[in-house]
DNA sequence: TAGGATACTTACCCATCAGTATGATTAGAC
DNA sequence: GTCTAATCATACTGATGGGTAAGTATCCTA
């Protein structure tokens, strides 16, 4: 639609790489790429906070003390906005896998591991990006991208489901849809996770993990495990939350 | 803000019930009842195709053949479509809490009982509306009853959890998170599932339900569940979905 | 068959907001 | 000191879409 938007999303690159003349001095090129980061960090927030389509460029560029224009000036549009926060996101997850591969260990261990960084990875800022942002939201050409992202990730985790299934270290199940009941669960939290709360998001994974790897009938010789007997009697904070959000 | 919005929303009742002269014919009081719900039911539906601030009322009319106005005859406001598609959808759950509740049967399967029903409400064409709505699009007091409706919900799962680590029937863990993770991984089939599946909402809600109670570890003497089984060699027509979305 | 309620349309208003044209200011290179 | 690119602000445009005013057609009752 407008010439700018041609070509695969940026992500990460500065707008206009001075490729040439007197390479504009590096410190000045970090701070703009620091100043950037901050402009995506702040609409992360934001759209955390009231969504996507309630918060407008003037929210944001309030946010940063500066005015609308400047905030375009770091980014081509409010499209690309969302789509940063998305990929800033999933990255923390892409990265979690590559150290996970490097490790001998049954898959089952494997995947907890994955999972957790996961589960942080949607408590934090750019959750709601990742999870809320609705593609209708976005050009053909950055959803496909997005949808590629994801299906990578979704990819990944059930491959890791039927390596453990192999290596027998997980219960045999239909990959596809197992996948799907995690991350859902670990998803959810950005519906109803604030950052006020009284559990940390990896302390929300550990007790996720360990209840879906034990489940909800009762195990012959298994006792509480510590860990989720504690936080029955530590109360927390704030009731809040509620089930579906 | 608008003097339309003072009171309790209306969630089903006509706008304007005819207290006195003639009592309008009650067929045609039956007549405009129908007809509000088909706005709701495509208004539903559309915001689930396009999400709910890329669907405009003009959008709506159009799917009814009818003009924008039409539409603000049965519906007071944009508003207030979105907060219908909701209690509709959560009628659905709260029906299966009603039916659980006569019931003599071990918690955990109640509370499977009442997942299902969760899950085909999920997937049903109010989904998008109970699980994706965002508060922020609706003025306080809409979004004070949503939440309170939420809450019940929330409530009613960890009841059932409770009960079912006092009759033993489920292994003891956090109500809570417990709570949250079941019902996450249910809410997040509203993200991907589309109605063309090679799966039924029903299909899905059970194959959950189960990994839910066996869990990812390998239970002694415990082999391969049948229907998991089953799923594992009937290829899904479509790859489609994705782990997020 | 008049009169009022019901059901629906045409034509409009107007607030919001993404995005831009243009110009001011600053910082570094020479 | 000058010149140029980088950085930011002021002030606008244009389109979208929620909502309404006012009028038309239809139906039902009496």
Redesign the pocket.
Known sequence: M?S?RSGPPTAGKPA?P?AS??K??S???R??EL?REAVIRVAAREFNRKGY???????I?ARL??????V???V?????LLFECFVAGVERIRAAFQDVRRQELPARERLTAVLHRYGEAVASEFGWAMVRAEDQDLSPTMSRHIKALKSEIDQGIRRLIREGMQDGSIHPCDPKLTAFALAGALNWIAHWYREDQSLSGSEITSAFVALFETGLSPRAGVPARASARARLTRRPRRAGGGLLR
């Open positions: 407008n700018r206009a001075p003349p007197w504009a001095s410190e000045r090129q701070d703009r100043k389509h309630n918060t407008s460029l003037d929210d560029a003390e500066v005015t609308k224009p400047t375009y000036y770091y081509t549009s409010k499209e690309q």
